[in-house]
């Protein structure tokens, strides 16, 4: 199920979710929307960009490099939602922000043009459906475990028996199930699902990148991020293929965005963490 957020207005930010026929709003609690300096938008980028004439930015919850909101202010943070929000300011365009359950069904709306952006890894197999910018942060990839574990490290996971979580279409799943021999994937719908069956026992680890793990933790009590990793992510602006006219515009939005600073706040803001030491 989709969730639709419409932005009201470049610093106002309200939405309208409408889940089993309730109707709720929220605000970002103050996080500014960097006005981001770049040149005056051509109509054509535009139209490239957001053809609708509103920049609707997919999401996921739970994930700081997406969308995450603050416990106890109930702010909107992360850094695909506030990349649209600058994005939108800077084309000069509202912005809606839709969420979906897990990270594999943005990249299908993005596939079916129901969103124009959003920020994720970018490998090679998601490259054939959607385009992306250069990189502009880099994850460590983990792996997770409940409390009381056997397993002190990836290398304890390919074993008999093992059941390995993974987000149902996820670039994990793709990847450990050709690289794992022993240990059995279980797909999840989402990451509160996934939450539910560590705590259940129902899992024995759970595989992502480690800014996803180090928020499913403190949702699952005495559970532990392992200190090592067993792969990198490259995370970069992806839009739908077909828009070649807002390409360089969006790669000179992007590292104008990592050159002054403005990803650095916006993870901080989210409070990621995992990030690459040595990227």
């Known amino acids: 199920m989709r969730t639709l957020h419409r932005t009201l207005g470049p610093w106002l930010l309200a939405a309208l979710l409408g889940l089993a026929g309730c109707v709720r709003t929220w605000e970002t609690g103050g996080s500014s929307v960097p006005a981001p300096a770049l040149s005056q938008v051509a109509p054509e980028v535009q139209q490239a960009l957001a053809p609708t004439g509103v920049l609707r930015v997919g999401v996921y919850l739970g994930s700081p490099t997406s969308w995450v909101r603050d416990a106890r202010t109930g702010a909107s943070h992360g850094v695909a939602f506030e990349l649209g929000h600058a994005l939108g300011l800077a084309l000069g365009v509202p912005v809606q922000v839709v969420s979906y359950p897990r990270v594999a069904e943005v990249i299908e709306g993005l596939k079916r043009a ?36 056997r397993i002190q490290s990836f290398a304890d996971v390919d074993r008999a028996g093992v059941r390995l979580g993974v ?21 999840v719908a989402s990451l509160e699902v996934a939450q539910q069956q560590l705590q259940r026992g129902e899992l024995d680890a759970f595989a992502t990148n480690k800014a996803i793990l180090f ?34 515009y969006l790669n000179d939005f992007a590292q104008a965005r990592v050159r002054e600073g403005d990803v650095k706040r916006m993870s901080e803001r989210a409070g990621l963490r995992g990030l690459a030491q040595n990227p």
């Open 167 to 187: 987000s149902q279409g996820s670039s994990s799943q793709g990847v450990l199930g050709q690289r794992l021999k022993l240990a059995r994937l279980v797909p």
């Open 215 to 248: 928020e499913l933790s403190e949702q699952v009590p005495g559970s532990q991020v392992l200190k090592d990793r067993w792969g990198l992510e490259n995370l970069a602006i992806a839009i739908p293929k077909g828009r070649e006219a807002g390409r360089a």
């Open 114 to 149: 129901e969103v124009d952006m959003t920020f994720t890894n970018a490998t090679a197999s998601r490259a054939k459906d959607v385009d992306f910018t250069p990189p502009l942060i880099q994850l460590e990839l983990g792996v997770l475990v409940p409390a009381n574990s």
